[in-house]
């Protein structure tokens, strides 16, 4: 009974973690103006 | 007149774009009878006449735009000696390795074959030739693809991840399993970063045919770890209608004013209407005299890249250069 309690709370402690490290890559940071980016391109250019 | 051979989604798009730059005579014609009847339906309108036929009739074209599932060699090879022009869309390696020792046939039919007129190869090897143009000497093209026209070239796909894939590597083919070499790759928005691993597509003979300066030649497609992991089995579900948004990035290294320099393009569009887009260019152009006979690759010196690159642009392909940020 302890075994699966101690189970338990790694498991729940672990979730926790990729669930806050998931949250917390998943923005989606676009890259701005300033730093460049994809461009519209003209082949005559 | 211009025959197509392929009432899928690339066949569907090759029509839809003949007629809207006012091709009024094609004739249509597939495996499946019926799809072929209902596009020929579908494309028909008081001024443009799109009648499905059988093969037999596909030999008094002029051009033959080849959009059906790969292999195309043997139907070229046949229109070729019938002295009808080719235009083919397959991106199988073995096919196109096929269709390039039709040059002689061609030459001597005094008919144009071109070549893997797709996204990749086709777009891919136009992409290059044009960014060389910025360049004082070109000396690698990398290509990478993400997503499929139609459940055919899904399929292809799925082959192509399970096979061996090739590269041009300092003056040498260099052979490597598919689904290795992972890299990071950025295609222009909503597309965004994918990985992407090596796959046994027929992009670095077509850019190597076309511009053999190039030192090095890769290319690389999108996939999961799903997608590598079933490569070797059958298809367990079958492939959507259509891939939904695809793109397509092309990156050339070489030297200007004596340093290293690197641009990137690409485009984010749906595969089948890019691949439709391309095709049906090229039948126009073979139709108007702009490409010499024998066997020809998108990019290649002989071809109108140029006047080929500005048609897609008028038909609405947005193409996209990458601009690195400026450090300091």
Redesign the interface.
């Given at each position: 009974m302890k075994l699966f309690r101690r189970l338990l709370l790694v498991l729940s402690v672990a979730t926790a973690v990729v669930g806050i490290l998931r949250v917390g890559g998943g923005g989606k940071s676009r890259v701005t103006t300033k730093q460049g980016g994809w461009r519209s391109f003209t082949p005559s250019e | 007149m211009i025959g197509v051979i392929g009432a899928g989604l690339v066949g569907t798009h090759v029509v839809d774009t003949l007629i809207a730059r006012g091709q009024a005579q094609l004739v249509v014609n597939d495996a499946n009878v019926a799809a072929a009847r209902r596009l020929s339906l579908r494309s028909s309108s008081g001024a443009t006449k799109v009648r499905a036929v059988a093969t037999s009739e596909m030999f008094s074209s002029n051009v033959v735009v080849l959009a059906c599932p790969a292999p195309h060699a043997k139907a070229a090879r046949k229109l070729l000696e019938a002295g009808v022009s080719v235009v083919s869309c397959s991106d199988d390696l073995d096919d196109t390795l096929a269709m390039l020792d039709l040059d002689a046939i061609a030459t001597q039919s005094r008919q144009t074959l071109v070549i893997g007129a797709t996204m990749s190869p086709g777009l891919s090897g136009v992409l290059v030739r044009?960014m060389s143009s910025r360049f004082s000497s070109v000396d690698e093209a990398h290509v990478a693809i993400h997503g499929t026209a139609g459940p055919a070239c899904a399929q292809q796909h799925h082959r192509a991840l399970a096979g061996q894939s090739i590269g041009w590597h300092d003056g040498d083919w260099l052979r490597r399993p598919a689904g290795s070499g992972r890299e990071l790759c950025w295609f222009?928005?909503p597309v965004g970063p994918r990985d992407c691993y090596r796959a046994e597509l027929a992009d670095p003979v077509a850019i190597h045919q076309a511009l053999p300066e190039l030192l090095r030649v890769s290319v690389r497609m999108s996939a999961n770890r799903r997608d590598r992991l079933t490569a070797r089995l059958p298809m367990l579900t079958p492939p959507h209608a259509e891939g939904g948004i695809g793109a397509l990035r092309v990156e050339v290294r070489g030297w200007r004013d004596q340093a290293r320099h690197v641009e990137v393009?690409?485009i984010a569009d749906r595969v089948a209407h890019v691949a439709g887009l391309v095709a049906a260019t090229a039948a126009r152009k073979v139709i108007s005299g702009e490409f010499a006979s024998g066997a020809r690759l998108l990019g290649d010196q002989d071809s109108p890249n140029?006047a080929l690159?500005?048609d897609l642009?008028e038909d609405g392909l947005?193409?996209?250069?990458?601009?690195?940020?400026?450090l300091g």
């Open positions: - | 044009t222009p928005d393009v690409g140029v690159l500005n642009v947005r193409i996209q250069e990458f601009v690195g940020s400026a």
